[in-house]
């Protein structure tokens, strides 16, 4: 059974939306640029790293099949 008697008072939606908009905590233009640069990096890396997997694993069928 739930407690709906006790329960707190109901607002609005957009109010508890603004309350929570208001908590978020925003990174600094600094931060961002840190941050966005090592996820691009990490991209390109893991990238080039399952390119070479593939390649490998290409070459390495092939001389199987063969």
Known sequence: ????ANAPAKTSWWKGMKAEWKKI???????????SAAVVIITV???LLIKFVDLGVEQILSWILK
């Open 25 to 35: 905590i925003w990174p600094s233009p600094n931060t961002l640029a840190k941050e």
């Open 1 to 4: 059974m739930s407690d709906t």
């Open 45 to 47: 890396i893991l990238g």
